[in-house]
């Protein structure tokens, strides 16, 4: 939504992208629509793809080792954050080493928000004028972001409507 109005630079690796697609064939999407999101993300998002990482993973520390692919694409990108859900895997000592800090998705797009407030709800106009299968209007749109755990993000968006 927000990343067409550049606050901040998007970056994924080809693990991460793999979690997304096993995630998505769990909630039982269908491979058709597993393809076509993926493309849309590529297509949005040329240069989003870290690659050459793989040689830092085993010199990482993280509580979950298969979440160190993570680390090192972002060490690898030179990112600042690292937006998860899943913070308590993603110690912030450890990442400190590394310059680094997670964030939840929630706490990372309330600070978009933030950041510019006129710019995000023009994004989050727009991403209600383009929602398609079902069309929701902002309101129906703000319980949508609730129900996956936006809260917060869905609290201020509405608070600025």
Same mark, same amino acid.
Do not use: G, M, N, R
């Given at each position: 939504m927000v990343a067409h109005y550049d606050p901040f630079t998007?970056?994924?690796s080809s693990g991460i992208c793999d979690e997304w697609i096993k995630v998505m064939r769990a909630k039982g999407v269908d491979e058709q629509t597993? @393809?076509?999101r993926v493309q849309r993300m590529s297509d949005a998002f040329p240069d989003a793809l870290v690659e050459n990482y793989d040689g830092l993973i085993d010199a990482l520390e993280l509580p979950d080792r298969d979440d160190r692919h993570v680390l090192a694409a972002a060490i690898k990108a030179n990112a600042n954050l690292i937006v998860t859900n899943n913070l308590s895997d /993603?110690? @912030? !000592?450890?990442?400190a080493k590394y310059g680094l800090e997670a964030k939840s998705a929630d706490d /990372?797009?309330?600070d978009i928000i933030d950041l510019n407030q006129s710019r995000a709800l023009e994004a989050f106009k727009e991403l209600v004028a383009n929602r398609r299968s079902p069309e929701l209007d902002a309101y129906q749109v703000l319980d949508q972001f609730r129900k996956v755990g936006l809260k917060n993000t !869905?609290?201020? =968006?509405? @608070? =600025? =409507?």
């Open positions: 998007v970056k994924w597993i @393809a076509k /993603f110690p @912030a !000592a450890e990442l /990372f797009l309330t !869905a609290d201020y =968006l509405h @608070a =600025l =409507l």
